[in-house]
């Protein structure tokens, strides 16, 4: 039985099978992306793939609904949050045609010696893309867009939750007119994966997704002497310390934390309140949380995973001040945890879901400490109203994004990555296009 299926978290129906790829069809996928990397990747020029890239732009915008839909019946996203995410799947894309020519141009170097020097920014070939269920098109977005526009191929391989929105998204880019192989998407097991990584025409890989993932993919391209990049978990804190406006930050921390249902990487998931705050912001949170009406998780097996990551942090001795273990299937209740003891694990661990942990802290030094007792380093949110203090903060939070004084604020001009335990490299921004790119050197005598 095939492992790439539609099946509601809503309902616990499988709607749609689809076939897992024979190693026949896994081999001219990468032939296909080979061959389309060598005669058009390295053929036409940036405006030439912009143009495309464009075409590709308006067919998400056109198809906003139906895109929407899909990954409502694939993994549970809300309707309306499935419409932002398209929009801004689209966004990505047209930054990226827009700004390429810029990111790419040539870096002329002042040389000691007499002649002239430059860097050329040039692709290097196919990469797989190993993409997670929980933005089926965004996380795409982000890897598929700067790598087109560069003139790399790809080859993805998304997860087996979300096999109509990636046919999708190839259907998408054939009809703006990027040749086959330029997008090809593969229904393809781990092993066949593996394989494909190890072929010599194969130059990258990225994945999104968990940290035991990413050591394996990392392990396999590493021995195939590849460049990948990793973004993995996160168990973001969420720091107050001072504010002019409550209520505000109590809502942009729920925000934070039940974006998705709770299925985000960067989602603040480990509250941090200064003493003189705490309670009134947990009071606060907690009336927000209860009125919050939530997606269900991507399966219901999700579902049972995350209460058993609950009632193994109450067995230690935290309090579920709000929720706790009881769901139904899919669907989980927002759950706040509290007085989590200093050796339990659950303070080291992600809960992919809608649990928030709450820490009461006495001073700057002590949140930074319990901000940094933590194996992932992905993003931090502080809120001051010290504008030094945030700063501050954001130089010794060992994260790969402090949003002082905000959150949500994602961008297509924004990088995105994280330390430690949550990855290596960068993704959308100027570092984005420039993670798979021969930096090639050009020197030329003086005459």
Not at 64 to 76: F, P, S, V, W, Y
Not at 152 to 175: D, G, V, W, Y
Not at 298 to 312: H, K
Request: glycine share 8%.
């Amino acid at each position: 039985m095939s492992r790439y299926a539609v099946t509601n978290p809503a309902t616990g129906q499988v709607e749609e099978r689809f076939e897992t790829f024979t190693d026949e069809q896994v081999a001219a996928a990468v032939d296909a992306a080979d061959e389309a990397y060598r005669t058009w990747g390295r053929a036409t020029t940036i405006e030439q793939r912009a143009t495309l890239m464009r075409k590709a732009v308006a067919s998400y915008r056109d198809q906003q609904q139906e895109l929407a839909t899909i990954i409502n019946h694939e993994m549970g996203k809300t309707m309306d949050e499935a419409l932002v995410e398209v929009e801004f799947s689209a966004e990505i894309l047209e930054y990226y045609a827009d700004h390429a020519a810029e990111f790419l141009a040539d870096e002329p170097i002042d040389r000691a010696a007499a002649g002239t020097a430059f860097i050329r920014h040039l692709p290097i070939g196919p990469l797989v893309g190993v993409m997670p269920w929980n933005y089926p098109y965004y996380q795409v977005a982000r890897f598929a867009g700067p790598n087109l526009m560069l003139g790399n191929t790809i080859i993805l391989k998304h997860a087996s939750l979300c096999p109509k929105s990636s046919a999708a998204m190839e259907r998408i880019f054939l009809e703006a007119g990027f040749p086959k192989g330029a997008f090809v998407n593969v229904y393809a097991t781990n092993e066949q994966i593996a394989k494909v990584i190890a072929d010599p025409r194969v130059r990258g890989v990225s994945l999104t997704g968990s940290e035991r993932a990413g050591k394996a993919i990392a392990q396999e391209a590493g021995a195939a002497l590849k460049k990948v990049v990793c973004e993995l978990g996160g168990n973001d804190a969420f720091i107050v310390m001072s504010t002019d406006d409550l209520d505000a930050a109590v809502e942009a921390g729920a925000n934070a934390r039940y974006e998705n249902s709770g299925q985000i990487c960067n989602g603040a998931k480990r509250f941090i309140i200064i003493d003189s705050l705490y309670d009134e912001f947990l009071k606060r949170f907690i009336k927000v949380s209860k009125e919050r009406k939530l997606a269900p998780l991507c399966s219901a097996s999700a579902a049972d995973g995350l209460a058993a990551q609950v009632q193994a942090a109450i067995d230690d001795g935290a309090k579920a001040v709000l929720g706790g273990t009881e769901h139904d299937g899919a669907y989980y209740p927002a759950t706040i945890l509290t007085d989590i003891p200093a050796g339990s694990a659950a303070r080291r661990t992600e809960f992919f879901g809608p649990v928030a942990q709450f820490y009461r802290v006495s001073s700057e030094d002590e949140a930074i400490a319990v901000a940094n007792d933590s194996p992932y380093g992905l993003g931090s949110y502080v809120f001051t109203t010290d504008s030094e203090q945030g700063l501050r903060f954001a130089d010794r939070l060992e994260s790969g994004m402090t949003y002082i004084n905000e959150s949500g604020a994602d961008s297509a001009e924004l990088p995105f990555g994280g330390v430690k335990n949550s990855g290596f490299g960068r993704e959308m921004g100027s570092l984005g296009i420039r993670e798979f790119t021969n930096y090639k050197l050009v020197t030329e005598a003086a005459r």
